[in-house]
């Protein structure tokens, strides 16, 4: 009877695990799928020409070397937004503020900031960067309406960071005649820095390949030259993407998917980073 | 020659967990005075009321006075990171911090402003010597501290304290994750700093009480039982409590 039992058991663990690894695999197919059809699809589009040329023939032949140069000009910019507020304002939640209902209220506020579609991102920067601010459709609006779309993402992942160095560390410090300042300075920013880059990439990675934000702030249809400021607009390989797949009659298959190759390379690149420097920093932890 | 007068120190937690209660209590300059008691006595409050530690909990009230050198410590105006780095401290588990052997013991300096390298080489080597680490690490400054045994982290963590030169030392059952070699380090060490500063230890067991102390202060749920020489305390207790537990009958 116990025999007979044990084996039902068997069996139905057996079963479970067969259906969460199907489960597992479909979840990777579509992903791999993805990336293997892009690959195959886009690789006899990329040369050097495609590379550092510009579109030509109404985009149908020639490069996206501006649409490049626009998303690594969008995504500096960001950067210079976001990372220095979002970092200072994680080091103010998760160091400096108490719990109370302000800081309740900010994180509530910047949870729902991450729920918020990036379209109503766009038509935000349109009104308050471009219009109101009169910065124009260019680098500096979308970079900023980007940086606002990419700020939650870096205030909790820093935030996170933060908190994840012993409590330990900062009251050694501070016993030591230590400065609430200097302690975070000297102990645990370096310790939390791994965390706070890796934060810091997924978010312009996920700016980098945003099209809505930037569609009524900064990107441009077509343009015959490289941006000359930050109130230039400018293309960008995501919009640029959009655009030949479905503003331009005749365009040959191949240039969007290497378009699209392209773009993922540049974002995958950058999680490829991230993964990198997150890994070789966990090697190193002293703690 | 009195370092540290307590005077009706009360203290109350917000979360009503371990407090002090109106405690009167005079620290002798170079000697070792113990606080020992059972868990929860308040000892650990009273340590870290000395280097003003306690303004990182949620301290619900403190009433009374503690005069270090003339002056009232817990006077809301005092240079409170002067006073940390005049009252050194010690914890229960060893915390070396994230840098080299060296890095931890220049970090005090550095925080201080002090650059000068021979400053942090001289300080190295005396606070090293008197932790009694210096034999085991003087040719591996430069190696990760958490490399180090528990036991000589926590030499170091000592180490780290002296080299600022402090005038009172804190520690906070210092040899409670030791093993007897390194705590009979540990107290041999004491034995010597007390000729150089004033040394507060709240020990992990009764009998380190008694071995270490000059003078003992026996704790109970947040009151002072008994004050007294430590040769005294422990063989002739004059209150009832005090002696239950120095002959363990409880605790």
Not at chain 1, 79 to 91: D, E, H, N, T
Not at chain 1, 210 to 236: N, V
Not at chain 2, 44 to 58: I, K, Q, T, V
Request: proline share 5%; hydrophobic share 45%.
């Amino acid at each position: 009877m116990n025999k007979i039992l044990t084996k039902n058991r068997d069996l139905t663990q057996k079963l479970g695990f067969s259906l969460l690894t199907l489960m597992t695999l479909l979840t990777v197919i579509p992903i791999i799928g993805t990336v293997i059809y892009i690959i195959v699809q886009g690789a006899p589009a990329i040369s050097w020409e495609f590379i550092t040329g510009f579109p030509r023939e109404g985009m149908r032949e020639g490069g996206i070397l501006p649409a490049i140069i626009g998303t690594f000009y969008l995504t500096l910019g960001t950067a210079v937004f976001s990372v220095p507020l979002g970092i200072a304002a994680a080091i103010y939640l998760s160091e400096y503020a108490s719990e109370n209902r302000l800081t309740r209220l900010i994180r509530l506020a910047i949870i729902n900031l991450a729920g918020i579609p990036s379209v109503v991102y766009g038509l935000f920067g349109l009104g308050l960067f471009v219009l109101f601010l009169n910065f124009g459709t260019s680098i500096l609006s979308a970079s900023m309406t980007l940086s606002i779309m990419t700020l939650p993402v870096i205030i909790s992942t820093t935030e996170e960071a933060l908190r994840a160095v012993p409590q330990s560390f900062r009251t050694v410090s501070i016993s030591l005649g230590g400065t609430r300042w200097q302690t975070i300075r000297r102990t645990v920013l370096p310790q939390a820095l791994p965390g706070i880059i890796t934060g810091v990439i997924l978010g312009l990675e996920r700016a980098a390949g945003e099209t809505a934000p930037i569609l009524f702030t900064g990107a441009a249809f077509f343009l015959p030259r490289l941006p000359h400021s930050p109130f230039d607009a400018t293309m960008a390989l995501p919009y640029h993407l959009f655009v030949i797949s479905t503003q331009v009659p005749e365009m040959p298959i191949q240039i969007q998917y290497g378009t699209a190759l392209v773009l993922l390379v540049f974002v995958l690149g950058m999680n490829v980073i991230a993964t990198i420097i997150r890994s070789r920093a966990r090697a190193k932890r002293q703690w | 020659m009195n370092k540290i007068v307590i005077e009706n120190l009360t203290l109350q937690y917000s979360d009503g967990t371990e407090s002090l209660h109106d405690i009167s209590l005079d620290i002798v300059a170079n000697a070792t005075t113990v606080l020992f008691g059972p868990a929860g006595g308040g000892k650990s409050s009273l340590l870290r009321c000395l280097n003003r530690l306690n303004d990182l909990a949620d301290v619900e009230s403190v009433s009374g006075r503690i005069i270090l050198d003339g002056e009232n410590i817990l006077d809301p105006n005092i240079d409170v990171i002067a006073l940390r780095r005049k009252v050194g401290m010690v914890f229960a588990r060893p915390v070396v911090l994230p840098f080299s052997i060296r890095g931890n013991l220049t970090y005090g300096l550095e925080l201080a402003g002090e650059k000068r390298k021979s400053r942090h080489d001289e300080a190295i080597e005396r606070s090293l010597k008197l932790a009694a680490l210096w034999d085991e690490v003087h040719d591996r400054l430069d190696e990760p501290a958490i490399a180090l045994s528990g036991g000589q982290q926590q030499r170091l963590c000592l180490a780290r304290s002296l080299a600022q030169e402090p005038e009172v030392i804190l520690l906070d059952e210092p040899t409670s994750g030791l093993d007897p070699i390194s705590t009979a380090k540990v107290e041999n060490a004491l034995e010597e700093l007390k000729k150089l500063y004033t040394v507060i230890l709240v020990p992990h067991s009764v009998q380190q009480a008694a071995r270490t102390s000059d003078f003992a202060a026996f704790f109970l749920q947040g009151k002072l039982i008994e004050y007294a020489p430590g040769t005294e305390i422990f063989t002739n207790p004059q209150n009832q409590r005090t002696e239950d537990y120095v002959t363990g009958r409880f605790g």
